[in-house]
């Protein structure tokens, strides 16, 4: 069964979050969304469950958090194997 998180520790996850966001690339080029994603991202790529992350950003359905259930080639390319002839 997943661990829940407390109240506090995702308050202190989302501050945390925000002190390393409020950059003005951030805002200007994303806002609030480029934040969640970012920070799904590195959840998901830490092993964070999508249960406790749906907890993080308040989701009601697991629907709404499996939106961020995408291919990340960034941690599958050590996985695949080299095509004959090519170099990396």
């Known amino acids: 069964m997943a661990r ?4 506090e520790e995702k ?7 925000i002190f390393y966001a409020e950059t003005e690339a951030v805002f200007i080029h994303g806002g609030t969304h ?3 994603h970012s ?3 590195t959840m998901l ?4 469950l999508f249960e406790d992350i ?8 697991p ?3 499996r939106i961020y259930a995408k291919v990340d080639f960034h941690s599958l390319r050590p996985l695949a194997p080299q095509w004959p002839g090519q170099t990396l």
């Open 34 to 36: 480029l934040l969640r």
């Open 4 to 7: 829940m998180f407390s109240d």
């Open 54 to 61: 749906g907890q993080i950003l308040r989701h009601n359905s």
């Open 39 to 41: 920070m799904t991202t």
């Open 11 to 17: 308050l202190r996850v989302w501050k945390r979050r």
């Open 45 to 48: 790529r830490n092993g964070a």
């Open 63 to 65: 629907d709404s958090t």
